[in-house]
């Protein structure tokens, strides 16, 4: 078997570990919720969270896709901006996908071929996770720009209501 096939057939097992592991670094309340159901309008942030990891690791897996990387990250850092969450924003939820694919490369063996292509994967979940924290500080900018001028504008109506 190949050790690209092989790997492939780990990625159900990866993704897996890897969504449990995003799961854990939720509060408890969030966690039931978003683990229980994965329907896009009864639980937007459990469909994106779960959807949007297997996403990013079919994107990162095939290594050719970089629209299909930069789309999936982008749903997940979005979220994860609004939601001000500083850990998806840094990052860390790719840090631990990175850490699931060690851990299988530790429990496949020697096969030369197969740590290859498992250090090719490690080296393309390190560049994005940071294309995602650049994506989510940019995401931020956004967010605050958007609440200045809401108070702005909110000030300058308070303003012609008071007649001044």
Do not use: C
């Not at 990891?53 to 979220?79: N, T």
């Not at 063996?109 to 994967?121: F, H, K, M, T, V």
């Not at 393309?124 to 609440?147: D, F, G, P, V, W």
Request: hydrophobic share 40%.
């Amino acid at each position: 078997m190949s050790s690209r096939l092989a790997l492939e057939e780990a990625k159900t097992e990866i993704l897996r570990r890897w969504q449990e592991s995003i799961l854990l670094t939720l509060p408890e309340k969030s966690r039931a919720l978003v683990a229980g159901n994965q329907d896009r309008f009864a639980n937007p942030l459990g469909h994106v969270l779960l959807t949007g990891a297997r996403e990013v690791l079919d994107a990162l897996m095939a290594g050719d896709r970089p629209e299909a990387l930069q789309k999936a990250l982008e749903r997940i850092v979005r979220l994860s901006a609004v939601q001000e969450n500083p850990l998806a924003g840094s990052g860390a939820y790719l840090s631990q996908l990175r850490d699931v694919v060690a851990e299988y490369g530790q429990g496949v063996g020697g096969e030369p071929e197969q740590a290859r292509q498992i250090r090719l994967l490690e080296e393309r979940i390190t560049t994005a996770a940071a294309q995602a924290h650049h994506m989510y500080e940019e995401s931020r900018k956004k967010i605050e720009q958007l609440k200045g001028r809401e108070v702005w504008k909110n000030t300058h109506m308070l303003r012609r209501l008071a007649g001044s």
